[in-house]
């Protein structure tokens, strides 16, 4: 007989749904010849240094656990690479955990400040990921929409009409994933003043910092006057050095905020792998003329992607960093899902349809082009073949 194991599942996981993304990026996987936009994932292999670094501590023999925290001398990197990048200054001390990504950092805050049925504010569109991890802490996540109209970007207005009693945290994500819009230091600075006003907790998922195309220079939010004691900074090396397979995040906050954290991190991980943080230290020292590298090439396909989506007849924003674009899909008459899937199956695209980044995200898709230029002028012609065989916009 079949047992029935729904009876001990949580009732929260229980109604959590697997990822849209992971869901298309799958059915691409199964097929021969598919131009994948889908994962954001840089198409760079890590630079040689990085990899070499953690090559030679493995023939050193650094396979131990490290301190809870990571090694001090990371988080001596880590607190300059902040300290001269941002302007924000963090003791490596007491101030800055090592993590599994920043997948992780993000469970371990929300898990350290929520109480059942505290609620966390979540602009949207937003990563896929975000809503489950308050879910799972015992919180309850709010959306606040955001549309093309004004950038994809949060309002003071928005943010005052939707904290309640019950609010204790803001979740932003800048550059922004899946819209790569990116608030800059007014509008922060707007923010924040709501921010302080109601006493809120601020968690800036700033993983895309290093991957902004705009003459003003990036605002880490903990660098906004009054944010620094109530924003817990959320970032890694995945993007920006492209590391994603290497697991290696790290966050940054008051001393008080982070002690709370370890003492998560010390019963459910103990450390991150010991030679993974060896290459990352060699990325920061070293690495940084490859990072510019890299995000000049990104610019380069940003500015093709969005131009020719736009002739093309799909209505898409110029983003200010990250590298997705996400372009309106309305004028179609197909639903998110609609086109994503016929896309696949017809062209070989895959693209990810923008209902799983929340409701605000219907009617478009998410696009990444951390490809090729020579795989994205492809993707390209086979969208805009789409389009004219469904004769689903005029062109």
């Not at 691409?28 to 990899?51: H, Y």
């Not at 979740?171 to 302080?196: D, Q």
Request: charged share 20%; glycine share 8%; hydrophobic share 40%.
């Amino acid at each position: 007989m079949k047992h029935e194991y729904s009876y001990y599942f949580s009732e929260v996981v229980k109604d959590l749904k697997p990822s849209g993304i992971r869901k298309f990026f799958d059915l691409a996987a199964s097929m021969e010849g598919v131009i994948s936009l889908g994962v954001g994932e840089p198409d760079f292999i890590t630079p040689w240094g990085t990899r070499e670094a953690a090559i030679l501590s493995l023939e050193q023999g650094y396979t131990s656990y490290t301190a809870n925290a990571g090694l001090l001398e990371l988080r001596e990197e880590i607190s300059k690479y902040l300290s001269t990048r941002f302007g924000v200054h963090y003791d490596p001390t007491n101030q800055i955990i090592v993590t599994i990504g920043a997948s992780q950092a993000l469970d371990l805050a929300f898990r350290a400040i929520l109480n059942q049925g505290d609620e966390v504010l979540i602009v949207e569109p937003t990563f896929v990921s975000y809503a489950p991890l308050v879910s799972i802490a015992g919180g309850k996540p709010i959306a606040i929409s955001t549309s093309p109209e004004n950038g994809f970007k949060v309002t003071p207005e928005q943010l005052e009409a939707a904290i309640t009693e019950r609010t204790k945290a803001i979740l932003l994500c800048s550059p922004n994933n899946p819209t790569g819009s990116m608030l800059n230091k007014s509008e922060l600075e707007a923010i924040a003043a709501v921010i302080e006003k109601h006493d809120l907790i601020v968690l800036s998922d700033e993983i895309y910092s290093e991957l902004v195309y705009e003459d003003e220079p990036y605002t880490s939010f903990a660098a906004v006057d009054g944010m620094y004691e109530r924003t817990i900074l959320i970032n890694g090396f995945s993007k920006g050095f492209a590391m994603t397979g290497w697991r290696l995040g790290f966050l940054a906050a008051p001393s008080e905020l982070v002690s709370v954290m370890l003492k998560i991190f010390q019963y459910t991980t103990m450390c991150a792998p010991h030679m993974m943080q060896h290459g990352a230290i060699e990325a920061l020292r070293n690495g940084y003329h490859e990072v510019e590298a890299m995000r000049a090439s990104y610019c380069r396909r940003r500015n093709y992607m969005v131009q020719t989506l736009n002739e093309m007849g799909l209505d898409c924003h110029m983003p200010g960093g990250a590298f997705y674009v996400f372009p309106s899909i309305k004028s179609t008459g197909l639903s998110s899902e609609q086109f994503a899937e016929e896309l696949l199956m017809q062209e070989k695209v895959a693209v990810v349809p923008g209902n799983v980044f929340g409701e605000s995200g219907e009617g478009y898709i998410r696009c990444s082009y951390a490809t090729s230029m020579q795989q994205l002028q492809e993707a390209m012609k086979r969208i805009q073949r789409f389009i004219k065989s469904k004769k689903l916009v005029t062109l």
